[in-house]
């Protein structure tokens, strides 16, 4: 007679996978209330995103501590996703402009996120800033992949600079996503024309 073993815990549900679902709801009923809001001034509220997400305002405020902290990790999330792939053959100016390029053109048929999430990225939220940080380390990722080994760190801080100078106009001033990122390459190649 045979038994099948069963090894303790087998059963058990995996938190962090819970965890992981519950973060991609909440930012896809994010995605789609920000989408829905064209026009509304403050952007999408707590109690209405725990509501779209289907999940309490208090287990929401588990996973993101502010609605800030939602779209700028959404905005995180988007930019972890674009690809990362560097020709070494083209000139590394045309490498950045298209590493920026698709940076900045995340949400490039989605303007209403757009504009929530860079809101939240440049806010006064305390909440933010160590999703800003995590941002930044992986701008200065695909900037560095992008430039090649042997870049100048003070080159590679004045495209990140660069970049965080070109959200900031696009929240502030008329300029669009494409015209901002048209501007971006330009810069680019002024800073390394002798590439």
Same mark, same amino acid.
């Given at each position: 007679?045979?038994? @099948?073993?069963?090894?303790?815990?087998?059963?058990?549900?995996?938190?962090?996978?819970?965890?992981?679902?519950?973060?991609?709801?909440?930012?896809?009923?994010?995605?789609?209330?920000?989408?829905?809001?064209?026009?509304?001034?403050?952007?999408?509220?707590?109690?209405?995103?725990?509501?779209?997400?289907? @999940?309490?305002?208090?287990?929401?405020?588990?996973?993101?501590?502010?609605?800030?902290?939602?779209?700028?990790?959404?905005?995180?999330?988007?930019?972890?996703?674009?690809?990362?792939?560097?020709?070494?053959?083209?000139?590394?100016?045309?490498?950045?402009?298209?590493?920026?390029?698709?940076?900045?053109? @995340?949400?490039?048929?989605?303007?209403?996120?757009?504009?929530?999430?860079?809101?939240?990225?440049?806010?006064?939220?305390?909440?933010?800033?160590?999703?800003?940080?995590?941002?930044?380390?992986?701008?200065?990722?695909?900037?560095?992949?992008?430039?090649?080994?042997?870049?100048?760190?003070?080159?590679?801080?004045?495209?990140?600079?660069?970049?965080?100078?070109?959200?900031?106009?696009?929240?502030?001033?008329?300029?669009?996503?494409?015209?901002?990122?048209?501007?971006?390459?330009?810069?680019?190649?002024?800073?390394?024309?002798?590439?």
């Amino acid at each position: 007679m045979s038994s @099948i073993a069963v090894l303790p815990g087998a059963f058990r549900r995996d938190p962090d996978r819970r965890r992981v679902l519950t973060r991609r709801r909440v930012l896809g009923a994010a995605t789609a209330l920000a989408d829905q809001a064209s026009g509304a001034e403050g952007g999408p509220t707590v109690p209405e995103l725990a509501t779209r997400a289907r @999940i309490t305002q208090a287990a929401l405020r588990a996973h993101f501590p502010s609605i800030d902290a939602v779209f700028a990790n959404l905005y995180l999330d988007r930019m972890r996703h674009l690809p990362l792939n560097v020709d070494p053959s083209i000139p590394a100016a045309r490498r950045v402009s298209e590493q920026l390029r698709m940076i900045t053109e @995340i949400f490039d048929d989605e303007a209403q996120l757009a504009v929530v999430c860079t809101r939240a990225l440049l806010g006064e939220d305390d909440n933010v800033v160590e999703i800003r940080t995590r941002i930044g380390e992986e701008l200065h990722r695909r900037v560095t992949a992008a430039l090649g080994a042997g870049a100048w760190p003070e080159v590679v801080t004045t495209l990140e600079t660069l970049f965080w100078g070109a959200l900031l106009q696009m929240k502030t001033g008329p300029l669009s996503r494409r015209s901002m990122a048209a501007h971006l390459e330009t810069m680019v190649s002024v800073i390394l024309a002798d590439d």
